[in-house]
């Protein structure tokens, strides 16, 4: 009686295959992970680089977004500021135009403006982490100043007219700012600086010209209802960007859903794969031995 060496060798080559698998079970069950490589299975690997690609986009508009959404956030906060405080100057001019102040009372109405345009000015010149938003591109600088070395005083805008947007996954277009000279330096009696400057002055010397005084009142009202009108599309921006983020959160959450359930590992079915694949080393380990010691026995007859 002879063993076929062949038939050893082929035993031998089973039983490495079948200690490579358990290795490669052994590694799934614990890491939790169905594919731990390309060759394993090449189309669910071809579609977990996709679905992480999309993951990441839509962490990083939701990243993104969330900072910008800030920036909306305060610039509508300081418009609505602006409001309150030209609802008040329009209020002292009214009251101012009657006719039946004094002198004194006239010179206070002007100060009371001028501190409200200090106050206008100064949101007008509102930064967001280091940033002036409303200064267009040119963030770095202040976009607001006023010469006060005429009467009335003049002032000036320093900023640009870019216009930045943030791109949403579904490719439409966000604005994210309004440069200051659309919103306080519009043509006309949209003028808010103008306005207020000129009612200043009206008031300053403590006699009033009433025909200008009310006609730089109704500027500065025809200027307020356009600051509103400004501010709309800023919280068109704030609902849109905050539905889209919304949108991607919860598509980000149904992805990585879909991605665990593709690479996961089946506890259940490694298991069972793992106990076979055991017993199947534990048989071939057996047949082998028997094998070497009926060839060991046979040899020493000889």
């Known amino acids: 009686m002879r063993v076929d060496p062949n038939f050893v060798s082929n035993l031998a080559g089973s039983l490495n295959q079948t200690q490579a698998t358990l290795q490669q079970l052994t590694a799934q ?16 690997s071809g579609q977990n ?7 990441q986009q839509d962490d990083t508009f939701t990243q993104s977004s969330s900072m910008v959404k800030g920036q909306l956030q305060v610039a509508d906060s300081a418009l609505g500021s602006v409001v309150g405080q030209l609802t008040q100057a329009i209020a002292l001019a009214t009251s101012a135009n009657n006719g039946t102040m004094n002198s004194s009372n006239l010179k206070s109405i ?4 001028s501190g409200i345009l200090d106050e206008v000015q100064s949101l007008a010149n ?19 100043s006023t010469s006060t070395g005429t009467s009335p005083a003049v002032t000036s805008y320093n900023g640009d007219e870019n216009i930045n947007y943030l ?35 009206d008031y300053s010397s403590g006699t009033i010209n009433t025909t200008q005084a009310v006609s730089d009142t109704q500027a500065l009202s025809t200027a307020l209802n356009f600051v509103s009108q400004q501010r709309v599309s800023l919280d068109n921006s704030i609902t849109h960007l905050t539905a889209a983020s919304d949108a991607a959160t919860n598509e980000q959450t149904q992805l990585t859903a879909a991605q665990t359930n593709l690479m996961q590992a089946d506890v259940a079915h490694l298991s069972t794969q793992l106990a076979l694949a055991e017993s ?5 380990e057996s047949v082998i031995a028997q094998l070497g010691s009926a060839s060991n026995s046979l040899f020493s007859k000889l």
């Not at 940033?131 to 963030?139: D, E, L, M, P, W």
């Not at 199947?280 to 071939?284: D, F, H, R, S, V």
Request: proline letters at 5%; aromatic letters at 6%; charged letters at 5%.
């Open 29 to 44: 069950l614990s890491s939790g992970v169905r594919v731990t490589s390309l060759s394993q299975d090449p189309l669910a």
């Open 49 to 55: 680089v996709l679905l992480l690609n999309q993951i």
């Open 110 to 113: 002007a100060n009371q403006i």
């Open 126 to 144: 509102t930064s967001y982490q280091g940033q002036y938003i409303f200064a267009g591109g040119q963030t770095s600088s202040a976009p607001f």
């Open 167 to 201: 791109e949403m996954p579904n490719g439409e277009k966000i604005q994210l700012n309004l440069p200051g000279d659309q919103i306080f330096s519009g043509s006309g009696a949209n003028n808010v600086f103008a306005a207020l400057n000129n009612l200043v002055a």
């Open 280 to 284: 199947q080393q534990t048989a071939l």
